[in-house]
DNA sequence: GTGAAAGCGCTAACAG
DNA sequence: CTGTTAGCGCTTTCAC
């Protein structure tokens, strides 16, 4: 069914019709009418690739997304989908999978680059009015998109180019989080470090440091250990640094998995949580829901992220915005019971 | 920059470049090569849009989730997109946010129609090829999809009407598990089911009257406790069972997390587990990686689940296939070291 | 081998 | 108020 058979059916041009189905102006009443009641008895859809071809617009967003699969990806796409909705824009969902990829082979980065043109050749290629690009990891994104002349905003990461950015604050939750140790009495301090080279490792760290600065206490190094993110380093990190005599009583893990491996390492060496070794995680991953104590932990606003992606999207595609933004918003600290007095 | 364009640069007309483009026949090596160095020298990009309003077919296939911050969603997703990306075709992405919607307001079910009316609408406006519809529950889906003259395909659900579906498997892998504890010489079983009127609680009840029955053991009904497919209530079950001189000491629990909750309340009653009390669980949920001990469960092939439907939905496409088909996929049995000898 | 031209379904001047 | 018409970027038939 076209818009042309539907102005057959109703005696009219396809103009009128058209008039009518944007509302745009001067229709008289029974034409409108008329034209209304055929549309809805034929079940006519109009086809949105003529309309966007015609218009130079398409009101799609290409959400790139690193892989789908990690975690925060669905929160943030929902997020964007919230807005979008809102305000009558649709998203292409084009997913990098690079978890899989990496894992299955090691290839280099040129070869995703090359996966990256791709998908960013059929983005544009549909026409999109800006695209926004979700990261699996918070980081620098170097030079990655190429040849786009549309908006581009990152999520869960960032670029030193060309491009607005929207990430989650790190620093300050872990300064409230060290806070909450030291205002329950904690003195001796025991970090348990995410991957080494990591942007939120850093910037937690920096939280850290911010907190026991201001209180005058000092860490030491050889309390802060170095993990993976995994459990499994989580837990031997935290034998390290609980199997001695003068054990710190606060341990910052900076994920939950690493915050629950060492509350079983504690558990293991007969250390009560939160009476012997209190500890803290990040993320307010849904396992710490069932770990007992219920860890404290950093909630990161995921679906915000993608919220405010949007908007920043919408503003650039609508030109009220011209030059490059870096939001981080903030997260929430989620009181667990995992911090006890000292 | 456009066909056109590069036409004039190169000196030929549209319909030559149109030939380079899809290598369709008879162009001369030197006006190929001519045009080719234009295309790439100007970063040209076809428009799919116009693409596909001419040749009446868009290759775009969209993806309609209930919500896709359901934990299987993304999956799918995945899944859906690997095989999509190798045979051409694109992802639209509509996200029905029905988990928010329901829990922010207790509107009726017509209200979600008016909502799913309106994806389709969009979904059949942009010309998709076909539909893919993801359940955020495995259960039937009653004549929701409305007015769509294109092949779709159920995943994560099914429909008494049109449409194929992919499902995974519940009572084989169920019987399996419930094998595994009568192996182990298990006599006593108490069952955590998941909510009264859920279809996988029902087919997984069969899968184990199914091999209670072939060993001759019978289920009390005593020992077979709703629950709602959450930790607390998997625990309070637990306890129900658990708490009483002739415990059963097989405890199969329909999902993970009630699992874990069975587990802590095995605890918590100073049963060990698996010397005292056997757990299995349902699912492969993150938590149980971190669970002690870990326990014996059922990972559904999520990401098979999505190529498989993208794999039916392409042959309907293709008028390769007319009929429905309902297809149910295998489900893993992943050991754990919840089930001991008795 | 290559080009002219029609037309996919729609919008938006412009004319009446 | 309504209709005519050009044209968005592309494919494809038919001529040459």
């Given at each position: 069914?076209?818009?042309?058979?539907?102005?057959?059916?109703?005696?009219?041009?396809?103009?009128?019709?058209?008039?009518?189905?944007?509302?745009?102006?001067?229709?008289?009443?029974?034409?409108?009418?008329?034209?209304?009641?055929?549309?809805?008895?034929?079940?006519?859809?109009?086809?949105?690739?003529?309309?966007?071809?015609?218009?130079?617009?398409?009101?799609?967003?290409?959400?790139?997304?690193?892989?789908?699969?990690?975690?925060?990806?669905?929160?943030?796409?929902?997020?964007?989908?919230?807005?979008?909705?809102?305000?009558?824009?649709?998203?292409?969902?084009?997913?990098?999978r690079l978890l899989s990829k990496i894992e299955s082979q090691f290839e280099h980065i040129s070869k995703f680059q090359k996966d990256i043109d791709k998908a960013v050749d059929v983005l544009m290629g549909m026409q999109v009015d800006g695209i926004i690009y979700v990261g699996m990891h918070d980081r620098a994104i170097h030079d990655i998109l190429h040849n786009i002349e549309k908006p581009v905003v990152y999520c869960y990461c960032y670029t030193e180019g060309e491009g607005s950015s929207v990430r989650y604050s790190n620093k300050t939750p872990e300064y409230l989080i060290t806070r909450k140790f030291l205002e329950n009495g904690h003195k001796e301090f025991g970090v348990i470090r995410g991957a080494e080279a990591s942007e939120p490792t850093k910037l937690r760290m920096q939280g850290i440091e911010w907190a026991l600065e201001e209180a005058g206490i000092s860490l030491k190094k050889e309390n802060i250990v170095c993990g993976d993110w995994k459990y499994k380093q989580g837990k031997q990190a935290a034998k390290m640094l609980l199997d001695k005599q003068d054990y710190p009583s606060a341990i910052i893990a900076m994920n939950d998995e690493m915050a629950v491996g060492a509350r079983d390492a504690a558990a293991e060496l007969g250390l009560r949580v939160p009476e012997d070794v209190s500890i803290s995680g990040f993320d307010n991953a849904d396992i710490i829901h069932y770990a007992t104590p219920r860890i404290t932990t950093v909630s990161r606003p995921l679906q915000e992220m993608g919220y405010e992606s949007m908007k920043l999207l919408l503003n650039k595609m609508n030109d009220r915005l011209s030059e490059d933004i870096n939001i981080t918003l903030p997260c929430e600290i989620i009181e667990g019971r995992s911090i006890a007095k000292r």
């Open positions: 069914m076209t818009l042309k058979e539907i102005a057959v059916q109703a005696g009219v041009s396809v103009a009128t019709v058209s008039y009518v189905l944007n509302d745009s102006a001067k229709v008289s009443i029974e034409t409108k009418e008329r034209v209304e009641k055929i549309i809805k008895e034929t079940g006519y859809r109009s086809n949105i690739l003529a309309k966007s071809l015609r218009k130079n617009k398409s009101f799609l967003v290409g959400v790139l997304v690193e892989d789908v699969t990690v975690w925060h990806t669905a929160f943030v796409i929902d997020g964007i989908n919230e807005l979008a909705e809102k305000k009558g824009y649709h998203t292409i969902l084009s997913n990098l």
